[in-house]
Nanobody, 118 residues
Framework: VELAESGGGRVQAGGSLTLTCVVS????????VGWFRQAPGREREFVGG????????DYADSVKGRFTISRDNAKNTVYLRMNMLQADNSATYYC????????????WGRGTQVAVSP
């Protein structure tokens, strides 16, 4: 299983950005996908995740109401829509895959950088 993120870039505070994660597997619906981020000097943190279908994604409290995760099973793709971005949202964002029924994320992308200017 391989994951590849894209869509990072620079944006002003208050702006929006959508990240894309393409998952290379023949059995995409067997996997849940999570988004994580890591800022310089800080530990990696969970942003949110989605199961097999577009129902009840989980979100970190810090992004609830601003970030939305969705998936398109026909395209093997998961999206992270980020609205009302803040400077402290600047980080490298990673998507990761886990088998449905398991909690651990075993497969990771290389990340995409998001920089939010004040």
């Amino acid at each position: 299983v391989e994951l590849a993120e894209s869509g990072g870039g620079r944006v002003q505070a208050g702006g929006s950005l959508t990240l894309t994660c393409v998952v290379s597997t023949r059995t995409f619906t067997d996997y849940g996908v999570g988004w994580f981020r890591q800022a310089p000097g800080r530990e990696r943190e969970f942003v949110g995740g989605i199961g097999r279908i577009n129902t009840r994604p989980d979100y970190a409290d810090s992004v609830k109401g601003r970030f939305t995760i969705s998936r398109d099973n026909a395209k093997n793709t998961v999206y992270l829509r980020m609205n009302m971005l803040q400077a402290d949202n600047s980080a490298t964002y990673y998507c990761a895959g886990r088998l449905i029924g398991y909690r651990g994320y075993a497969w990771w992308g290389r990340g995409t950088q998001v920089a939010v200017s004040p």
